[in-house]
């Protein structure tokens, strides 16, 4: 009786401290424009990506992302592609956005200055 109790207090103790661990992964909702149509969505947890469409012009989407994400740290317009960075919270956050046809594809990268904490 006494093993196997023992055994079950070890068992319990383990599904204890994965389940801490398993809550200790930070979660991340990524916010997108109204019309999106997302192709692609892992944002269940930090790294987190997703990408979508949307018809929304340029200026609309880098204003949408400054409400969400604060003012813009860095900017890069190259091979069609304008990239946007954000710092909010210890987070690096990244909006790339480039012409699909008549739709615009916006890319959002969230990741943590030190992605192993």
Not at 47 to 56: H, L, Q
Not at 96 to 102: A, E, G, K, T, V
Request: no cysteine; hydrophobic share 45%; aromatic share 12%.
């Amino acid at each position: 009786m006494r093993v196997k109790l023992k055994a079950n207090y070890i068992s319990l103790t383990f599904l204890a401290l994965f389940s801490l661990t398993v809550s200790a992964e930070k979660t991340f909702d990524i916010p997108v424009m109204d019309d999106a149509i997302i192709f692609a969505d892992f944002n269940d947890k930090i790294p987190a990506v997703i990408n979508y469409f949307t018809s929304m012009t340029v200026a609309d989407i880098t204003g949408f992302y400054k409400i969400a994400y604060g003012e813009i740290s860095y900017q890069e317009a190259k091979r069609g592609r304008l990239t946007l960075a954000f710092h909010p919270d210890n987070l690096i956050i990244r909006v790339i956005i480039s012409q699909q046809n008549n739709k615009r594809q916006v890319d959002v990268i969230v990741n943590t200055f030190n992605p192993k904490q």
